[in-house]
């Protein structure tokens, strides 16, 4: 044992790192997705437990895996056919399979069985790709994803999602069900790219939950926007010269920079042209920069490599008047091309405006809401996508439209579920209305 020099943040912190690795060992070996969470589950809190008085163990991912898989042998021989399972493939298993080794030991050459193969950070890629299941729904991927790899207990995830712990409860339940006895293992070279490209979604839909939370009173969720990036991370570890995990890492980074600069003595939300960029995390903002370099000399600017280059600029920019708009624009009329996605296309519409005028901005905007089937009284408010008025209103303000960007900041505060959005827009609205106020 070590000794006993570290916090419970700090024994936290390792729980989580390793509870994926470990989980990973246990589904591969015994492909019974929810009895292995479950014998997890009870390593983790017995650690929990112990460790804070016995001190970590010299090899904690050794320890974990060998008080995990008894537990779940145990389960296992609860049941009949199960046991007699157990104990045919336990017999067919080496004494030590379970023992992770001493850091630096290569265990590459393990038989082709891979029985005997340590766990590693391929279990936790492996887990990814399983979590994120094609028969999946995106919101059973993500549920599957924060609990199975990034650690999240059912009340966190449901907490994250503004949904009752039951509700997520039976979510989590179905999404094991759906990939009960699926082989746990990597995809084919011919599926994987596919399947990479759902597992760097469903983080990047964690990251922007956790950044800009769609509903509820905090605008950030720090917890889901540090996990995203933890896990984006972990996946880049393991395929260092793949070009969307790295522009996924950098996008990341460069967006959670600018998060001390976000809120006001309030938790009011400023605005990215009014921020104050001293309080910019200058040294998150180098590492990002690095890596969407990094990332658009891995190969083709795919839609991530593209979204960080754009946030590079912004966030290289000492001042709002110093931004590269034009660059913007044409980095945007990239990624529009590439992909339908209305968050990018609002974007572009922004980046118009800023280069060439706020009506070309609003004939944009238009454009879009005309596209989207949203444009004028026909929408009902559940059906507008509140940042196009947002965004509307913002231009018309700029244009010497009082009355109008009055009226569509309104109804984008109407429209929001995020409480720090409806009040900053409610705002911007009543300083039109009060502009000596």
């Known amino acids: 044992m070590k000794p006993d020099r570290t916090t419970d943040d700090d024994i936290e912190d390792l729980l989580r790192r390793h509870a994926p690795q470990v989980l990973g060992a246990l589904v591969r ?53 199960r046991r ?26 393990a038989g082709p069985s891979g029985l005997g193969r340590a766990p590693s950070e391929d279990d936790t890629l492996t887990l990814l790709f399983l979590c994120c299941h094609p028969a999946l729904s995106p919101a059973a991927q993500i549920a599957l994803t924060l609990r199975a790899v990034g650690g999240l207990t059912t009340a966190e995830i449901a907490r994250a999602h503004l949904v009752p712990e039951a509700t997520m ?19 084919d070279a011919q ?3 596919q399947r990479l490209a759902a597992v760097l979604q469903v983080l990047y ?3 922007n939950e956790g950044y800009t939370s769609t509903a509820g009173p905090d605008l950030h969720r720090t917890d889901l926007a540090r996990e995203a990036i933890r896990l984006t991370r972990a996946v880049r570890r393991l395929l260092p010269h793949e070009g969307r995990v790295t522009g996924l890492l950098a996008l990341m980074v460069l967006t959670e920079a600018r998060t001390p600069a976000r809120t006001g003595p309030d938790g009011e939300l400023i605005p990215l042209d009014e921020q104050d960029r001293a309080l910019w995390d200058r040294t998150a903002v180098a ?41 913007i624009l044409a980095l945007y009329d990239l990624l529009v091309r590439r992909s339908p996605d209305p968050a990018a296309a609002l974007g572009r519409a922004v980046a118009v405006a ?15 809401a005309e596209a989207e089937g949203t444009a004028g009284a026909a929408a009902t408010a559940g059906q507008r996508n509140y940042r196009l008025d947002a965004v509307r209103g913002h231009l018309l303000e700029r244009a010497g439209e009082p009355d109008a960007a009055r009226t569509a900041y309104r109804a984008a505060a109407d429209a929001t579920l995020s409480e720090p959005e409806a ?15």
């Open 423 to 437: 009040r900053y827009l409610r705002r911007r609205a009543d300083r039109l209305e009060h502009p000596d106020g």
């Open 169 to 187: 409860a039976q979510r989590i339940s179905r999404a094991k069900r759906t990939v009960r006895g699926t082989q746990f293992r990597q995809p």
């Open 287 to 327: 590492e990002g920069t690095a890596l969407a370099e990094e990332a658009l000399a891995q190969g083709p600017a795919g839609d991530y490599q593209l979204q960080a280059a754009i946030a590079a600029l912004h966030d290289e920019a000492q001042r709002a008047e110093d931004t590269d708009w034009p660059q």
């Open 354 to 368: 800023m280069v060439h005028g706020p009506r070309a901005g609003l004939a944009a905007v238009d454009a879009l």
């Open 205 to 207: 839909l964690i990251f």
């Open 84 to 109: 007699r399972r157990e104990e045919t493939a336990a017999a067919l298993t080496p004494a030590d399979a379970f023992v992770a080794p001493p850091p630096g030991e290569d265990h590459s050459g």
């Open 29 to 81: 070996r015994y492909g019974h997705f929810d009895p292995a969470e479950d014998s997890v589950q009870e390593a983790l809190i017995a650690a929990a437990e112990q460790w804070p008085g016995d001190g970590i163990p010299d090899n904690p991912r050794g320890w974990l895996i060998r008080v995990a898989s008894r537990r779940l042998t145990d389960r296992l021989r609860s049941d009949e056919a």
């Open 191 to 193: 599926d994987r790219d």
